[in-house]
């Protein structure tokens, strides 16, 4: 899946946070086909399941009919053109979910091999919490962090000290 650029930085970084504000004897529901971070997850004694692939613009009967109690959504919501219908139809009560910050000297990811590995939206911090504030929840906790990355260059330097991850806890309100 990362072919040679595993986010480490991200996933303990991300991991952390949840621990911070998800205890493990509450059932998760993380959105997206299972992925490495899941694994790391469940090794920290989390239970957690996944959606299936399906496409959450068309279809939210995965989040309407889960049982858990609270959602993760790592970064999946750039990848949808409406994130707020699935927001909406959320039965769960907390949710922890993060998105790639939008930044002014990168274009915005698009794969050319894969139809679902494009980002429809690259958010500022502002537009994802008014996102959460009108689909009906609450934001209690938010952390910005970096990704930087070892190569040389104009942007390698950018991405030192410049924000990529936004990382929230929000609760219905």
Same mark, same amino acid.
């Given at each position: 899946m990362y072919e040679n650029t595993f986010p480490n930085k991200r996933y303990k970084h991300?991991?952390? =946070? @949840?621990?911070? $504000? !998800?205890? #493990?004897?509450?059932?998760?529901?993380?959105? %997206? !086909?299972r992925n490495p971070f899941v694994t790391y997850m469940e090794r920290e004694g989390? &239970? $957690?399941? &996944? #959606?299936? %692939?399906?496409?959450?613009? @068309?279809?939210t009967t995965a989040v309407k009919n889960a049982d858990? *109690? +609270? +959602? #993760?959504? =790592? *970064?999946? =919501? *750039?990848? @949808?053109?409406?994130?707020f219908t699935v927001l909406q139809d959320i039965k769960a009560n907390k949710i922890v979910a993060s998105v790639p910050l939008k930044l002014w000297f990168t274009p915005a990811y698009r794969s050319?091999?894969?139809m679902w590995d494009r980002h429809y939206h690259e958010f500022e911090d502002w537009q994802f919490d008014w996102l959460f504030e009108k689909a009906g929840w609450e934001i209690q906790k938010r952390e910005k962090f970096t990704n930087p $990355?070892?190569? @040389?260059?104009? /942007?390698?330097?950018? /991405?030192l000290f410049t924000p990529r991850y936004y990382l929230i806890y929000a609760t219905r309100k």
């Open positions: 991300t991991l952390h =946070f @949840l621990k911070d $504000v !998800v205890s #493990t004897d509450q059932s998760i529901l993380d959105l %997206g !086909v989390y &239970n $957690v399941q &996944n #959606t299936t %692939g399906e496409d959450l613009d @068309l279809d858990a *109690e +609270v +959602v #993760t959504a =790592f *970064e999946i =919501f *750039e990848h @949808l053109l409406s994130p050319k091999t894969d $990355v070892k190569k @040389l260059g104009f /942007r390698p330097l950018l /991405r």
